[in-house]
């Protein structure tokens, strides 16, 4: 038998908590700062969004960045302050990975761990590496870029 160190109930308390907490720093961004990001679009505390230019960038919704990513807007060494970076709905994004300037990432699309995208990604693919290279087409998500079942996968386990 498992030993549990916190009840239950306590527990959901503490993740509908956490859940109010990052749809407030959502809020916080697209009202203080006017980034256009989607009301159901979740950021990790730790994860770094460039403030240097926020109208110039655009996240899609149910979209989930993981912590320690990094997503640029502006780039200071070409002095182009009004970079425009896109991220689609139902994507992911890996713990660590960098979003350069001028960069569209399509719908459904899953960026590795660690990744560096330095050009535009297409819909439905998964990337990874530095710099970010397709690994994988035609993959279907559904909310937070989790892999959507397909029906082959269901049958043959």
């Known amino acids: 038998m ?10 959901m308390l503490l ?23 989607a009301s159901d679009v979740r950021i990790s505390f730790k994860a770094r969004i460039d403030k240097t230019n926020p109208q ?4 899609g919704s149910k979209t989930y960045i993981a912590f320690d990513a990094i997503i640029l807007s ?3 060494s070409t002095r182009r302050h009004r970079a425009k970076t ?4 139902n994507c992911f994004i890996g713990a660590g990975a960098i979003i350069l300037p001028n960069v569209t990432i399509g719908d459904q699309v899953i960026v590795g761990a660690g990744s560096v995208v330095t050009r535009d990604i297409p ?3 998964a990337v990874g590496g530095n710099p970010a290279k397709v690994l994988k087409t035609g993959i279907n998500t ?10 082959d996968e269901k049958d043959n386990p």
């Open 2 to 11: 498992r030993v549990r160190f916190i009840n239950h109930t306590i527990f």
């Open 56 to 59: 110039g960038l655009y996240i």
């Open 74 to 76: 502006h780039d200071f």
């Open 123 to 125: 819909s439905h693919c």
């Open 86 to 89: 896109v991220i689609g709905e």
């Open 142 to 151: 559904i909310a937070y870029g989790m892999i959507a079942d397909t029906p």
């Open 15 to 37: 993740v509908k908590l956490r859940n109010a907490l990052l749809a407030s720093r959502t809020w916080y961004f697209r009202t203080v700062y006017g980034m256009p990001v």
